[in-house]
């Protein structure tokens, strides 16, 4: 019994400090928003952990225990934030077993921004998805994108009867096996028809 009261106070203690040292990505994620200028947005992201895409940009942070944090943002032609996305992947292991394993996807979409103001929820994601899904690029930016688009693409699998996801079968094998199936999904609209998208899995914290 004392073992096993140690162990659970040692996750807690690790998924405490883990909160404390991933902070900063929600933070970052939280200052974008869509429509936002570039001189709005200029200096959230670190250099050291981000990059400038042609897509937009994009971030990865990981903390030594288990938790990795994906930021993309999709931006138009003239830089302006058309989207916003964090994924979160949790895998927390103690004495080499695992504990933990969760995932989260959020994000919200300008689909007048992203061009896709004239289709449906489920053409606009599969689009989304042929872009960040298919994403092609240096290790940080390749890792950043995956972790969004393996959400996506569980998201759009959650839709009844859909089989074409807009991406190749290797690709989709590739992010489908990176992000945990069977969470829940949820995708709504604001006043504004502003999109929010959810996916989520298990723990995180």
């Known amino acids: 019994m004392e073992r096993c009261q140690s162990s659970c106070l040692a996750l807690v203690q690790a998924s405490l400090l883990a909160a404390l040292a991933t902070g900063c990505a929600d933070a970052y994620y939280r200052q974008f928003t869509v429509g936002q200028a570039p001189r709005d947005y200029d200096r959230i992201l670190p250099q050291e952990t981000s990059l400038k895409t042609d897509l937009g940009l994009c971030h990865v942070s990981r903390d030594a225990f288990g938790r990795t944090d994906a930021l993309v943002i999709l931006l138009t032609p003239d830089r302006r934030v058309a989207a ?60 950043a994108h995956a972790w969004v688009g393996g959400g996506l693409a569980w998201m759009i699998r959650s839709w009844p009867g859909v089989s074409d996801l807009g991406i190749s079968a290797a690709r989709l094998d590739e992010l489908l096996g990176r992000v945990p199936g069977g969470g829940s999904a949820s995708l709504g609209a604001d006043a504004q028809g502003i999109w929010n998208v959810r996916y989520e899995f298990g723990v995180v914290r």
């Open 84 to 143: 916003r996305f964090h994924a979160i992947d949790v895998k927390r292991t103690m004495g080499g077993t695992p504990m933990v394993r969760g995932y989260r996807l959020e994000g919200e979409i300008d689909p007048r921004l992203c061009g896709i103001e004239s289709v449906g929820p489920l053409d606009g994601l599969r689009s989304l998805l042929t872009e960040i899904g298919g994403y092609e690029g240096v290790k940080l930016a390749l890792d």
